[in-house]
């Protein structure tokens, strides 16, 4: 057994299961791993959760090929969604998410308890540095800040110097959602330092470039992939090998959706580094990120949008504007009082 890390895992797990989710004595946590998952991360989380009082429960899985409504024929569904309507607390640490799954959305419907944490992929050493040495009262001060901004703002920009240039409004009255990683509330949660929110998808023109990575299905890139876009849909791919690849697993669903726009974030956990799993890789600091494909209720509330999979890709080193005025400038916050809580966070 290794020991790397393993007085920081403890460290990290207790800040899990006290200050994100504070579980309650008595409460039943629900702990989903699948065969590519890190023992080590559930079994301290386990631990953890053991010693709030909380009683807990881990399930593994078989890793299914592919991810959400993807996974279905793959996963025990009836008995998984039964599990889940009865559960108080939810964390999914197998790295094909469950996340926007068939017994996802069924359970989210039926149990209005239930407190999910998304945290594919999770191993010791992302959960030291994006768990474990966060500061959260300061992430959240931080994120608070630019959320009400953006909140605010009728008209976006983006560009990166990979080649990013995307306009679009966002929708009036849409919530733009900021995840600190707090857990406490029912809903689904995630990893702490992202922004994210759905905008007026049909407004969104120009062109996107992945430059960090894209998952599913390829991961880490090796080079850029162009992504041309007019009224919210995908209507040109330009690039290598893996812009050919990413084109035809899009397309392989015969599903007018996987061609749409979902949502666009930002990422700011000060922790993160572009890794190949998605669920950090998308909190790089100063990126940001567009999913393609299904839109949960999450995003849209009443207004889902089914598809047969969702895909996230990430542009580094983003300038964002806000109604003409910049925030970001190639991934670095701008304005006095933002700098200051970014460098409160190290960053």
């Known amino acids: 057994m290794s020991f790397l890390y393993e007085f920081e895992l403890g460290k990290a797990s207790y800040i899990l299961a006290h200050e994100l989710f504070k579980l309650k004595p008595g409460e039943t946590f629900l702990i989903t791993a699948d065969t590519e998952s890190d023992e080590r991360v559930v079994n301290a989380t386990a631990r953890a959760a053991f010693a709030e009082g909380a009683k807990p429960m881990v399930l593994w899985l078989a890793s299914p090929l592919g991810v959400a409504q993807e ?4 996963l025990p569904g009836e008995a998984l969604t039964a599990l889940l309507k009865t559960v108080d607390a939810w964390v999914e640490f197998n790295n094909k998410w469950l996340l926007y799954s068939t017994p996802y959305e069924d359970a989210m419907a039926a149990n209005n308890k239930l407190r999910h944490l998304c945290l594919v992929g999770m191993n010791v ?3 030291i540095r994006c768990i474990g040495r966060i500061d959260y009262p300061a992430l ?19 560009t ?16 733009v959602d900021m995840d600190v990683g707090y857990s406490d509330t029912p809903g689904s949660h995630m ?34 992939i162009k992504l041309h876009i007019k009224n919210g849909t995908i209507v040109r791919f330009e690039g290598g090998r893996e812009a050919a690849e990413y084109e035809a697993w ?9 061609l749409r726009l979902s949502h666009v974030c930002y990422g700011f956990n000060p922790g993160a580094r572009l890794s190949g799993n998605v669920i950090e890789d998308e909190r790089v600091w100063g990126c940001t990120e567009w999913g393609i494909g299904h839109i ?12 047969p999979s969702h895909s996230d890709g990430v542009c580094l080193n983003s300038s964002v ?19 200051k809580l970014a460098a409160k966070l190290g960053k």
């Open 71 to 74: 996974a279905d024929p793959m």
């Open 125 to 127: 050493d992302l959960m």
């Open 140 to 158: 959240q001060a931080f994120l608070a800040g630019i959320t009400q901004m953006t909140q605010q703002a009728r008209h976006m920009r983006i």
């Open 160 to 175: 990166t110097p990979a080649g990013t240039d995307v306009e679009f409004y966002n929708a009036p009255g849409r919530k």
């Open 191 to 224: 990893l702490g330092g992202q922004i994210g929110w759905s905008p007026d998808l049909n407004s969104v023109n120009g062109v996107i470039v992945f430059d960090g990575s894209v998952n599913p299905p390829l991961g880490l890139l090796k080079e850029p």
């Open 250 to 258: 899009l397309r392989s669903f015969n599903h007018p959706q996987m």
């Open 296 to 307: 949960g209720e999450l995003l849209i509330p009443g207004g889902a949008v089914p598809a």
């Open 321 to 339: 504007w806000l109604d003409g005025v910049q925030i970001l400038d190639k991934g670095q916050v701008m304005g006095t009082e933002l700098k």
